[in-house]
């Protein structure tokens, strides 16, 4: 069976050397390669479009982000394909929740099992989500229509950018689409979507945890 290839990105090195000495020492019935690992947004980003990368395993709150859960959008406009398992000792509701809305595949604790971590990494490489259990139904989860799901990567972007305050001219530039095309995806899907109209973008995003209310 191939490895499946992780990347970890954790801004302490005990970390990173601690995990990586986990999964290399693993042992079952499915093998780890660990392709890389990241300190910081910068040496992330440039590793995120790798294709040789299955699972990136980060932390979250790192500096250069917006909130706790900036890095997920931010792998994410790179490499819209990421896989993202999230590990982190950051476990406030709006920050779970945030990266559940966001895209992340999945979330273990750094304080729970060591196998879960495992289990998380096969379950995400198959195809599904994992969230460590309880923690979904911990947050009220479980059962909540997420509207967000019925928007695509690209509307996604768009929505958290003017819901930061973002230009609307820079949002364009930095997707290589026009601003007409963005005023349409804002009238014609995100507003629908959310029910919300564009004011009421910022309040609509703290509310789903998705960005911090400063």
């Not at 601690?18 to 042992?27: A, K, Q, S």
């Not at 947050?139 to 509307?155: A, F, N, Q, T």
Request: with cysteine; hydrophobic share 40%; glycine share 8%.
């Amino acid at each position: 069976m191939k490895p499946i290839n992780v990347f970890i990105a954790d801004d302490h090195e005990i970390v990173r050397t601690g995990l990586t000495e986990l999964l290399n020492n693993y042992v079952g019935d499915f093998s780890i390669n660990i392709v890389g690992s990241a300190s910081n947004v910068d040496e992330l980003t440039k590793n995120a479009k790798r294709k040789n990368i299955d699972i990136f395993i980060t932390d979250l709150g790192f500096e250069g982000t917006k909130g706790d859960v900036g890095i997920i959008q931010k792998i994410l406009d790179i490499n819209r394909k990421a896989k993202i398992v999230v590990f982190s000792m950051r476990n406030k509701t709006p920050t779970i929740i945030g990266c559940y809305r966001l895209g992340a595949k999945g979330y273990v604790s750094k304080s729970a099992d060591s196998g879960l971590i495992l289990d998380a990494i096969q379950t995400v490489h198959s195809g599904e989500k994992y969230f460590m259990p309880g923690v979904l139904e911990k947050v009220g989860l479980s059962s909540l229509y997420d509207p967000l799901e019925k928007l695509d990567d690209r509307e996604k972007t768009i929505f958290l950018s003017l819901a930061q305050n973002i230009d609307i001219s820079d949002v364009a530039q930095e997707l290589n689409i026009s601003e007409k095309t963005i005023q349409n995806i804002i009238t014609q899907k995100i507003k629908p979507v959310l029910g919300v109209s564009r004011s009421g973008f910022r309040d609509c995003a703290i509310r789903m945890g998705l960005i911090d209310d400063f």
